[in-house]
């Protein structure tokens, strides 16, 4: 069955960094696009990032220039790498399979906190 776990969430002051990870099983991993969202407490869920099979992205303005996604096939892995952390990335971080919205599949979340 698909499975996708996260990880690498924590606590990070502000301007620090986190890499967030997110294994991925039970399916073809390269031949599907793979989607980071984030929910704050009391928002919606929103975007943050989308990457293709191939490694093209596409990234929610909040986070231009400061996320970066990537993915290795061979691992059955995405990332995000998020830098210059700000209070307002503070969120449950969870992956997806696709860039479809509602994914029928999704991660169980990981925590990031951004907090001096």
């Known amino acids: 069955q698909v499975q996708l776990v996260e990880s690498g969430g924590g606590l990070v002051q502000p301007g620090g960094s986190l890499r967030l990870s997110c294994a991925a099983s039970g399916f073809t991993f390269s031949s599907y696009a793979m989607t980071w969202y984030r929910q704050a407490s009391g928002k919606e869920r929103e975007l943050v990032a989308t990457?293709?099979?191939?490694?093209?992205?596409n990234y929610a303005d909040s986070v231009k220039g400061r996320f970066t996604i990537s993915r290795d096939n061979a691992k059955n892995t995405v990332y995000l790498q998020m830098n210059i952390l700000k209070p307002e990335d503070t969120a449950v971080y969870y992956c997806?399979?696709?860039?479809?919205?509602?994914?029928?599949?999704w991660g169980q979340g990981t925590q990031v906190t951004v907090s001096s």
């Open positions: 997806s399979r696709g860039r479809t919205y509602p994914p029928v599949y």
């Open positions: 990457i293709s099979g191939g490694g093209v992205t």
